[in-house]
């Protein structure tokens, strides 16, 4: 477990640094002169340069091993942040962020594969992956306010410094912390299942990630486009636009929601696919109620949708990671960062260019519900393993 730890500080670092931009990167790109539809593509095209970074994890990190996708992308992603730190226009901005979405793409996957296969049996592995979702939202909850005092005291030069040479830093505590090798041993499994396992809170037998229907993964992609519209609209809102500490506040208030659930450790013995729906169904509720304007106080809201959140991203994990044989963990988490990168692409460039039209919160609230209407219940069969 000494290398589930390790992993753990090293995303707690990843995910600091990430989160940290999330308030200040929407005013940076105001600074440097774009209008909030250029905004959008700037948040959105580190999500679409995910797509060719997370086709090739899938592959290579079931091929060659976690550990150095893991060492190389936190310390180019540290060199590459560094370089954003000194751009001058909107368009820099927005080639670097492309970059940095490219090396990027390789950690997620990386980690949770190597979180999946070390293992002991289906209860353990759905904890490692809650302890993933605890250490996201850890790191969540300090790095925006982090982020927007760093602004604040020092500016965006150095502040985007700062958290390159942290990226870095923890690159390098990478080679000798994490420790692979190579796990043979096949989890404890129950009888072969389907989907009526499934919301039993059955285990089932690992399977081929072909035998999922692609309208599956528009479960996560709608997750991720609501996320990017609500990443996209706080800090553009009128009560965060005065203080980018206030913006910082907001992103650390959706955080402490899902720190709320992930606290929750009961619901790890609630069905993953039933904590998957039902989360998200409760998520599509929450930004219909912020479309339509009802009279719910925003901090409130924020706090739910956090809730809702810490709920969902567990489950998507551990539900992906019980189907699947562990020789694929590196392919079926890498789908599942597609669908994450897709969705975080179009959410901030809809809601960028119809947010005069349209109210982005509906957008998220329309997208989530469509995932749900096409998930085709009936056709997740999961065969016997051979």
Same mark, same amino acid.
């Given at each position: ?6 992993? /753990? ?21 105001? *600074? ?14 580190? *999500? ?10 899938? /592959? ?8 150095? #996708? ?43 594969? !190597? @979180? ?9 592995? *759905? ?6 979702? !605890? ?14 005092? @760093? ?8 502040? +985007? ?10 690159? #390098? ?26 919301? $039993? ?15 599956? +993964? ?5 997750? *991720?486009?609501?996320?990017?519209? @609500?990443? #996209? ?50 998520? $599509? ?16 809201? &924020? ?9 969902? /991203?567990?489950?998507? =994990? =551990? ?42 919160? #509906?957008?998220? +609230? +329309?997208?989530?519900? &469509?995932? @749900? ?14």
């Amino acid at each position: 477990m000494k290398t589930a730890v390790w992993l /753990y500080l090293f995303m707690f670092v990843a995910f600091f640094d990430l989160h940290a931009q999330y308030p200040i990167l929407s005013p940076f790109a105001l *600074s440097l002169g774009a209008a909030p539809s250029f905004i959008g593509l700037i948040l959105g095209v580190y *999500s679409i340069t995910h797509l060719p970074g997370n086709l090739l994890a899938g /592959y290579w990190v079931d091929k060659y091993g976690s550990k150095l #996708f893991i060492v190389c992308s936190l310390i180019v992603a540290g060199i590459v942040l560094i370089f954003q730190s000194n751009v001058k226009d909107p368009w820099q901005l927005l080639y670097i962020r492309s970059i940095s979405g490219f090396v990027l793409a390789f950690l997620s996957p990386s980690c949770l594969a !190597l @979180l999946a296969k070390i293992a002991e049996d289906r209860v353990q592995q *759905s904890k490692l992956m809650a302890g993933n979702g !605890l250490v996201h939202t850890l790191a969540s909850v300090v790095s925006p306010a982090a982020g927007a005092i @760093l602004v604040s005291k020092l500016g965006f030069t150095t502040s +985007f410094t700062v958290l390159g040479w942290l990226l870095i830093i923890t690159g #390098f505590l990478a080679i000798p912390g994490v420790k692979e090798r190579k796990y043979t041993k096949k989890l404890k499994l129950p009888a072969p299942g389907s989907v009526a396992d499934l919301h $039993a809170g059955k285990s089932l037998e690992p399977t081929d990630s072909s035998s999922l229907p692609w309208l599956f +993964f528009l479960i996560p992609l709608s997750l *991720s486009c609501s996320q990017g519209i @609500l990443f #996209f609209e706080l800090p553009l809102m009128k009560v965060a636009r005065g203080s980018i500490l206030t913006s910082g506040i907001f992103f650390s208030l959706v955080s402490l929601g899902a720190l709320c659930t992930l606290s929750l450790l009961f619901l790890n013995r609630i069905s993953p696919f039933l904590r998957t729906i039902f989360g998200s169904l409760a998520l $599509a509720f929450i930004f219909f109620t912020l479309a339509v304007q009802m009279p719910i106080p925003l901090y409130v809201s &924020l706090f739910l949708i956090g809730m809702a959140k810490g709920v969902i /991203y567990p489950a998507l =994990a =551990a539900l992906l990671a019980s189907i699947t044989s562990s020789n694929r963990y590196g392919r079926i988490f890498s789908l599942l960062s597609i669908s994450f990168s897709i969705g975080a692409f179009i959410g901030p460039v809809l809601a960028g260019n119809l947010r005069d039209q349209l109210s982005p919160y #509906f957008i998220a +609230f +329309f997208m989530l519900m &469509l995932a @749900l209407a096409l998930l085709p219940l009936r056709t997740i069969h999961i065969p016997k393993a051979a």
